[in-house]
């Protein structure tokens, strides 16, 4: 199985096979932008496919805040990257059964929902969505 990596190298190379410079400039600017965050203040720390999507994930968001259509293109190129946002009401369903499963009863118990959401549907759904509805459901 390619890494996300290797998927961008490769999406590189075919995007200037297709004269595709748009696509080309932000493949290579996501690939700098990952190699910047692996080289960190304390050294080289190579990025999984975890790492490679979070980082992906962070440039949609500012690219959302633009909302023109060269940043909607490119948002679509990177959403092939990370895996598919929950909706609110999918985050609140899934939160729901959370809830029961980990048997969390108060505001305390956020700290236990936010791990086994993380561990079953990390990089689905903003944290802040998710603690917001486990937050509303708890005080419920």
Request: hydrophobic share 35%.
């Amino acid at each position: 199985m390619t890494t996300i990596k290797e998927q961008i190298d490769a999406e590189i190379k075919q995007s200037m096979i297709d004269k595709d410079n748009v696509k080309k400039e932000l493949l290579k600017v996501i690939k700098s932008e990952i190699s910047r965050a692996e080289n960190g203040e304390k050294g080289l720390h190579p990025f999984d496919d975890k790492g490679v999507i979070k980082q992906i994930q962070k440039m949609v968001k500012s690219l959302e805040t633009i909302g023109n259509d060269q940043s909607k293109y490119e948002i679509a190129i990177l959403s092939k990257y990370i895996p598919t946002q929950m909706s609110e009401d999918q985050v609140r369903e899934t939160v729901t059964i959370l809830v029961t499963e980990t048997g969390a009863v108060s505001q305390k118990d956020i700290g236990k929902i936010m791990g086994a959401f993380k561990v079953k549907y990390d990089g689905q759904a903003d944290n802040a969505v998710v603690s917001k509805i486990a937050r509303e459901l708890l005080t419920a």
